[in-house]
């Protein structure tokens, strides 16, 4: 075998790999990219090079994560015609070659989170420890019904605060809008496992939906999302986020309508693969409407509105511009320990 020809066949995988799982993996990117928002004071408080840094990072982090899971579980996925095509439509590449690849993306994402910041480094480091525990631990991993949600959670938050940590050092805040997300993750991935239950009651994988069945487990995971929508009211409460977000709390009734009619329609793969349409919808309108509050939006709304009204002082935005302003001398203390 020549390296020659081995090169090419990782290009394809890597190419196969950006076709079928691309899309989500650039969807989990929202994530570190709102926590960077967060964690700014403005458009003076981002550094591009820094975030295009911990983008590249994130995204070869991820792909470390699928790959080194795909790999782990190449026999019991080849068990599923649902499972195989993603997972295995590599060409000829071996199981060896496919470790070869987590490895390579795992080296590739610690060195450039390192160029980050230390504090990118280390959480960096502690999602893939979760990865691997995910899903190389049959004992601790997806075959341990509620420690594998905990994972979840756990992974969900780190990977906003990677984002957050970028401008902001750790703080309450950081952490709390990170449970946010990690519950988000967590139930989104409750209701994976409604999705996979068939596939994985053959493998004899022990997920919540093997454990306890698809229909509690479906009601769990909705119980996990009105969680996060609870606690993001929570912090609109607080002032840890902008008021303005209070209205988000309208989609939390919408979500429960695609639930009870998902739960009347019959639990089961197709039921879940819609449920997971509809609440990613969701989550988007959401994710956008967080976007507006950050720092930076508030920062260019204020200024397109002090150019249109010099006189103006900003009263749509005027409380999340103060609480920008607060929160501006702490994070230029931190950029410049970095």
Known sequence: MTSGSSLRRYGRAIQHFAAARGPEVLALQASPILGALFGSAGWEGIEPYRIALLLAGSVALTAH?????????????RNDSRRVTAAFGYGEITSRELAGLAVGFLITATLILAMVGLPALLLGAAI?????????????????PIVASLIHVIG?????????????????????????????????HLNQEVRDYDADLRNAIRTNA?????RRTFVLSLVVFTAAYALLLALVTLGILPRLLVWTALLWPCHLACSLAALRRGVGFQAARWMQRQYRILFALLGFAMVLTTPPAVELARRAERAHD??????????EADATDRKAPEIHRHQERH
């Open 65 to 77: 994560v699928w790959f080194f899971n795909d790999w782990v579980g190449h026999t019991s996925d």
């Open 128 to 144: 893939a420890a979760l990865s691997m525990l995910y899903s190389g631990s049959p004992s601790w991993g997806k075959g341990r």
């Open 156 to 188: 969900g938050m780190f990977h906003f605060l990677l984002g957050y940590t970028v401008g902001q050092a750790f703080d309450g805040s950081g952490f709390a809008i990170g449970l946010f997300f990690g519950l988000v993750f967590a139930g989104g």
């Open 210 to 214: 093997v454990a306890f069945g698809v």
């Open 310 to 319: 010099p006189t103006a002082g900003g009263a749509l935005y005027r409380q």
